[in-house]
């Protein structure tokens, strides 16, 4: 039976009454699937789109979290140690969760410098320029050994951009592919420090200066600072410094840098003072200290 047209003149006022709510009846449920289509497509675009959410979020989370890794070789003690002729100690990589290991102790003719420092402190690079001349010509002749701590608690001074982390990463970096060049490298860090509450140096500079220190395996460490691959290891190595207590010496915690520390008692003379270095320099020797000794530190043990 067809509704409608024409024909409706000869149905009585009951039929064309059924004939209209049937019609009504067949929109209605013809309504109810449009709906029904809408509100599927609907909720498979909020699906679609919660899931590409979600995606989003986890390739963020997963890019941001780095996983456990090992620290830069040669730093062990989460310092690099340099000998006589500004060679660094060679040492394996400090594993994750592993405690660092101290360096091995100098011959009783062989002053042990240690010192504490974040590259983007002023006072750091104070006590550099007094002090450089007369540690390197320890470590010329052997009479010292210098081990040095790259830490970072002054990254609240680069506006966001991590300049501490990302100089320590980058002399952890030089640690790792070019050991023997630290000493240089550690040198031109200060030389190029930039001000406080700015951005601090870009990768690229780091990168340039490394190559300034004559390094070894150059594309290796600009692809380590770029990676930022030991910036896990800054962060561990700068707690434990910072909680301490500071192994071989006197010094509970690194309150602030630069920390120095002489045959295991830290100095607190003025940093700007090569004469004030000096004499603590002889007093911790006592007579054992001879500024021509030759003798070199023993390497440090594998864990």
């Known amino acids: 039976m067809s ?9 009585s006022k009951n039929q064309r009454r059924e004939a209209a709510r049937e019609k009504a009846r067949t929109l209605r449920e013809e309504q109810k699937k449009k709906d029904r289509r809408s ?29 456990p890794a090992p620290g830069p070789r040669n730093m062990l003690s989460d310092g690099i140690k340099i000998g006589q002729g500004y060679k660094a100690v060679s040492t394996v990589a400090l594993q994750p969760g592993d405690v660092p290991v101290p360096s091995a102790s100098n011959k009783s003719d062989v002053i042990d410098i240690q010192i504490y420092v974040d590259y983007q402190c002023p006072i750091c690079a104070g006590f550099e320029a007094t002090n450089n001349a007369q540690i390197k010509s320890y470590l010329k002749t052997g009479a010292a050994t210098l081990e040095i701590h790259p830490i970072a608690i002054l990254d609240n001074m680069s506006l966001g951009q991590k300049y501490s982390t990302r100089a320590a990463n980058a002399a952890a970096c030089v640690a790792n592919y070019s050991p ?16 406080e509450n700015t951005e601090g140096l870009t990768d690229a ?11 070894s395996s150059l594309d290796s ?4 600072i770029k990676d930022e691959t030991f910036t896990a290891w800054v962060t561990a190595a700068t707690s434990r410094a910072t909680t ?9 915690k690194v309150a602030g840098t630069p920390t120095v520390i002489i045959n295991g008692a830290k100095y607190d003379g003025a940093v700007n003072d090569a004469s004030a270095f000096s004499a603590a320099i002889v007093k911790a020797a006592g007579d054992t200290f001879r500024e021509d000794a030759t003798a070199s530190p023993s390497p440090s043990p594998a864990p």
Do not use: E, H, M
């Open 3 to 11: 509704y409608g047209g024409a024909g409706d003149d000869r149905l």
């Open 180 to 195: 023997n060049s630290y000493f240089d490298f550690n040198g031109l860090l200060f030389d190029n420090q930039p001000k």
């Open 221 to 224: 460490i600009t692809s380590c």
């Open 244 to 252: 301490g207590p500071i192994a071989n010496s006197d010094v509970k």
């Open 205 to 215: 500079k780091l990168a340039s200066i490394a190559k300034q220190a004559k390094v």
């Open 39 to 67: 509100r599927f497509i609907l909720q498979g675009s909020l699906i679609v789109v919660s899931l590409a959410i979600i995606g989003v979020i986890i390739l963020v989370i997963t890019s941001s979290v780095r996983p």
